[in-house]
T-cell receptor, first 116, second 115 residues
Framework: EAGVAQSPRYKIIEKRQSVAFWCNPI?????LYWYQQILGQGPKLLIQ????????DSQLPKDRFSAERLKGVDSTLKIQPAKLEDSAVYLC??????????????FGPGTRLTVL | AQTVTQSQPEMSVQEAETVTLSCTYD???????LFWYKQPPSRQMILVIR??????QNATENRFSVNFQKAAKSFSLKISDSQLGDAAMYFC????????????FGTGTSLTVIP
């Protein structure tokens, strides 16, 4: 079974520039999560999708961050314009979306963003 | 929102010895799920073990086991016969079925394995 795919793996940009990250979840997984992980901290949920609908985006800085999952499969997270404090690893995860004990998140390798 | 606390930022263990990582959480829910994830340096996060709150029996996965104390809201991870490959950040996570299956993560414990 293929895992969660993310690209790019690394990105360096200057502040005020734009950047986009892509995620392809495990086939058949209805739920997709985007997390921000700042060095030395645990992942912080930015947005959660169930199919192509948003379940939770309460911690997404909507003035600069946006995300979409138009066809309920892959997803794109965009930052425009980037700030220095956006430097972090952006993790994508997916799960089947079942309310059961077997529903587990599987993570992608992450995209390490450096904003100069 | 639920909070997950890992009070040990760093831990170390001698190879082949046993180490226990602590995790506590705060919740008013009775039904939930708990997880330990491992994140090796520059590598992706992988699931180590999970526990359903309604189960009294502690989960085990080979050398990994948990001590789940529901009343105390404690969920510690024990690693037996530690190996060099166990060196990583370990994150405790709480999943709430009542808030859209959202996961809440602790701040992590960095485990060093000493040869």
């Amino acid at each position: 079974e293929a895992g969660v795919a993310q690209s790019p793996r690394y990105k360096i940009i200057e502040k005020r520039q734009s950047v986009a990250f892509w995620c392809n979840p495990i086939s058949g997984h209805a739920t997709l999560y985007w997390y921000q992980q700042i060095l030395g901290q645990g992942p912080k949920l930015l947005i959660q999708f169930q199919n192509n609908g948003v379940v939770d985006d309460s911690q997404l800085p909507k003035d600069r961050f946006s995300a979409e999952r138009l066809k309920g499969v892959d997803s794109t997270l965009k930052i425009q314009p980037a700030k220095l404090e956006d430097s972090a690893v952006y993790l994508c995860a997916s799960s089947q979306g079942l309310y059961s004990s077997t529903d587990t998140q599987y993570f992608g390798p992450g995209t390490r963003l450096t904003v100069l | 929102a639920q909070t997950v606390t890992q009070s040990q930022p760093e831990m170390s263990v001698q190879e082949a010895e046993t180490v226990t990582l602590s995790c506590t959480y705060d919740t008013s829910e009775s039904d939930y799920y708990l997880f330990w994830y491992k994140q090796p340096p520059s590598r992706q996060m992988i699931l180590v073990i999970r526990q359903e709150a309604y189960k009294q029996q502690n989960a085990t996965e080979n050398r990994f086991s948990v001590n789940f104390q529901k009343a105390a809201k404690s969920f510690s991870l024990k690693i037996s016969d530690s190996q060099l490959g166990d060196a990583a950040m370990y994150f405790c996570a709480y999943r709430s079925p009542n808030t859209g299956n959202q996961f809440y993560f602790g701040t992590g414990t960095s485990l060093t394995v000493i040869p």
